[in-house]
């Protein structure tokens, strides 16, 4: 089994979650009008749902992990019972008129377990600090990723 808090796991993590901002960035500009996919992109384009769930799929089994073996139980406790509420969540007809700003949620939260994940890694941060730390640093990441995602069509429309 592969450690998930290596320089190499990390290096893709970090790769999933960035194709998960393209995606979530490309999606909000195709259903604007701004950006459509090229004659190459568009087969692969229709298989967009497949590549979220493969993406959060991967890093939500990574986050599990870590967040298993880590040695505080609560925020183990914490991260699974967030988790299984959004899933719960993501099952309710509603959410899926909504389903890109659940996913924008869906993206903060593995922000902040890869940010986690790396500073534990990186710096061997012990206790809570990590996690409040990476929530906050995952604000700021989503908060950007939301503005990239806001209607890049207004300005032009005035």
């Known amino acids: ?3 998930r808090d290596t320089w190499a796991s990390l290096a893709i993590q970090l790769a999933f979650l960035s194709g998960a901002a393209v995606l979530l960035v490309s999606r909000t500009w ?3 009008g701004v950006w459509r996919p090229g004659m190459v992109l568009s087969w692969a384009w229709s298989y967009q749902e497949e590549l979220y769930y493969f993406l959060y799929g991967y890093l939500l089994n990574a986050y599990a992990i870590f ?8 925020w183990f406790l914490l991260w699974a019972a967030l988790l299984v509420l959004m899933l719960f969540i993501n099952e309710i007809p509603r959410v899926h008129w909504h389903i890109h700003r659940f996913r924008l949620i869906f993206f903060a939260f593995c922000a902040a377990a890869f940010s986690a994940l790396a500073l534990s890694t990186v710096h061997q941060w012990p206790g809570g600090g990590v996690f409040v730390f990476s929530l906050g640093l995952s604000a700021v990441l989503t908060g950007g990723l939301a503005v990239a995602m806001s209607d890049p ?4 429309r005035r």
């Open 30 to 32: 195709e259903r604007s």
């Open 153 to 156: 069509g207004a300005g032009r």
């Open 1 to 3: 089994m592969v450690r």
């Open 67 to 74: 967040f298993l073996k880590d040695r505080a139980v609560i």
